[in-house]
């Protein structure tokens, strides 16, 4: 982002602001289009004309909300698989021995029957 002209970086973190606006408004229940709407119009025209004056600040923000947002994403992630597995009963260790496995059993197996290939 430090090389980044001015404008794009108020066009990224004008994005930013929309995108946490949009989730902090629809997790409190006041989110309105109207609302929205009217925000976006006036947030990214006033970051576009104090660009380059913000910049530095610009900069900061992006990286933190970049931080947090991958941060969040991360989680959330992680979480729902897990939640997904344990739901689904899904032993990625195969920690549980079970009767029906599409695994090979190698005790089965005798070293006669496996060949070397050149």
Not at 3 to 8: E, G, H, T, V
Not at 93 to 110: A, I, M, V
């Amino acid at each position: 982002m430090e090389l980044s002209s001015p404008r794009f970086k108020a066009l990224t973190v004008s994005t930013g602001f929309s995108f946490w606006f949009f989730i902090i408004t629809s997790v409190v229940g006041i989110f309105s289009i109207e609302i929205f709407i009217i925000f976006i119009l006036v947030v990214f025209p006033l970051l576009q004309i104090l660009s380059k004056k913000v910049s530095n600040i610009l900069d900061i923000f992006a990286i933190y909300n970049t931080k947090f947002f991958l941060g969040v994403l991360f989680i959330t992630v992680i979480s729902v698989y897990g939640l997904l597995f344990k739901i689904l009963r899904i032993d990625l260790l195969r920690l549980n021995s079970k009767e029906h496995s599409y695994w090979l059993k190698t005790d089965q197996f005798s070293s006669s029957r496996f060949f070397k290939q050149y």
